[in-house]
């Protein structure tokens, strides 16, 4: 491991966790929380993130055919709903933000699902989780086996 970040720069990792703290308090459905975080940390290439969250989405009942099939999920439709649908593609589209960003479509998808709230909560849960993938890529957090 490189810098240990929550110790050189506690304020910083707060900050991260105070994010998490929000999450957890939001009106997010746990499973769609983890779909968010572990399709993101595929398409980042973050092992310690993919390995907590497929770990994290197992205890919260996931079936390892959906982690599974979730770097297809356009091709398994069939194993998600709508909504998951939306999420996954919002968590594309922010996390590959260099090929356009949230397109308009999908935007209007989401707000034809969810609430603003929960619109803006998703960004946010998408945000965050694309943070976490960069500083532990950046400090090549290893996954804990």
């Known amino acids: 491991m490189r810098v240990n970040i929550s110790e050189l720069e506690p304020k910083a990792y707060r900050a991260m966790l105070m994010l998490e703290s929000f999450l957890n308090a939001s009106d997010l459905n746990p499973i769609h929380k983890e779909l968010i975080k572990i399709r993101a940390s595929q398409i980042n290439g973050?092992?310690?993130?993919?390995?907590?969250?497929?770990?994290?989405?197992?205890?919260?009942?996931?079936?390892?055919?959906?982690?599974?099939?979730?770097?297809?999920?356009?091709?398994?439709?069939?194993?998600?709903?709508?909504?998951?649908?939306?999420?996954?593609?919002?968590?594309?589209?922010?996390?590959?933000?260099?090929?356009?960003?949230?397109?308009?479509?999908?935007?209007?998808?989401?707000?034809?699902?969810?609430?603003?709230?929960?619109?803006?909560?998703?960004?946010?849960?998408?945000?965050?989780?694309?943070a976490w993938n960069r500083i532990g890529i950046s400090t090549e957090l290893r996954p804990e086996y």
């Open 46 to 130: 973050c092992a310690f993130c993919l390995n907590m969250h497929t770990k994290d989405a197992r205890k919260l009942g996931e079936t390892e055919q959906r982690i599974y099939m979730l770097n297809a999920w356009r091709e398994a439709y069939e194993l998600y709903s709508e909504e998951e649908k939306v999420i996954l593609a919002m968590t594309e589209e922010i996390t590959l933000i260099n090929k356009g960003g949230l397109s308009d479509e999908t935007y209007n998808k989401a707000i034809s699902l969810f609430s603003g709230n929960v619109v803006a909560q998703l960004i946010m849960a998408i945000v965050t989780i694309n």
